[in-house]
């Protein structure tokens, strides 16, 4: 495989000198604090689930019912109320309803 020569613009423009300092790797463990900081101090514990969900799965964020690209609108008639389970290799076993 031979490298991919990059032809674009130059890029040392945007890099300064203060931001290529603040990402050194030790500039930046000074700042955090240490792994048992963290465990110790509540300051740093996330509080409660909400903080693992994105604000449009949180309660009251539904989409317009009405909009195009509604998630709910994929089918165009409502799903059926019992659903089946149909057997595999042949045979004719159908069961209808609650299926587990």
């Known amino acids: 495989l031979e ?19 603040a990402s050194e790797p030790d500039a930046v463990l000074k700042v955090l604090p240490s792994k048992q900081d963290m465990k110790t101090n509540k300051r740093y514990a996330m509080k409660g689930w909400s903080k693992l969900f994105p604000a449009d799965m949180m309660a009251g964020q539904w989409e317009d019912a009405e909009a195009d690209d509604n998630i709910f609108k994929i089918w165009k008639r409502p799903l059926h109320k019992q659903p089946y389970d149909i057997g595999k290799r042949g045979s004719n076993h159908v069961v209808r309803g609650n299926v587990f």
């Open 3 to 21: 490298p991919v020569r990059y032809d674009g613009p130059k890029l040392g423009s945007y890099m300064t000198k203060e931001l290529d300092e």
